[in-house]
């Protein structure tokens, strides 16, 4: 399987530049606010049952506030289930997903080109969402999605929000 995501996201970021003279001193901490985005994702896997996907995902994107923009980028494990599969009918195109990995994430004012005001440094990335996978054209089954995401550092908590579509090529048998 191969899958490619777009979404927009609502979020922002807190926290210190990734130093360790600045994290916990609240001289550095930094708040951007909420503000809105967009980003993407991309994957690929196998399907180890019909109702079960595994693989490896890349995912992207930017939140931009009223003055700042956060970037973010990450990688890692991605698992889709489709919980209801043996009810049949439309049940089984719902399913759950969980993403695990390492990300980055930056937040700097808008306009300037020096330190950042936050920067997570290698960060923790976790995301879970639910989607539904009714629609096809060939071998490719996509449909939207929502789901919250979350990097997290010592110095970084980047949360967001997130409504997308799918699109999901499955091959084999």
């Keep these: 399987m191969l899958g490619l995501s777009a979404l927009a996201v609502v979020g922002g970021a807190s926290g210190y530049p990734n130093d360790v003279a600045k994290i916990d001193n609240a001289a550095y901490y930094a708040n951007t606010g909420v503000g809105l ?15 079960v996907t595994f ?26 289930v489709f919980p209801a599969w043996s009810l049949g009918g ?6 759950v997903s969980l993403e695990a990995g390492i990300a980055l994430a930056v937040a700097d004012a808008h306009g300037t080109s020096g330190e950042p005001l936050i ?11 639910v989607f539904y996978e009714g629609i096809r054209a060939w071998q490719i089954s996509m449909g939207p999605f929502a789901a919250l995401d979350l990097v997290w550092s010592p110095s970084m908590l980047r949360p967001l929000g997130c409504l997308g579509w799918r699109a999901v090529y499955y091959s084999g048998p």
Excluded at 119 to 129: D, I, R
């Design 90 to 95: 439309l049940w089984q195109e719902l399913g």
């Design 37 to 51: 985005g967009g980003g993407g994702g991309l994957w690929l896997g196998w399907a180890l049952a019909d109702w």
């Design 55 to 80: 693989g490896l995902t890349a995912s992207g994107g930017a939140v931009s506030t009223a003055d700042d923009l956060v970037r973010f980028a990450g990688g890692g494990l991605k698992v889709d």
């Design 119 to 129: 920067e997570s440094g290698g960060a923790s990335h976790f995301a879970v969402g």
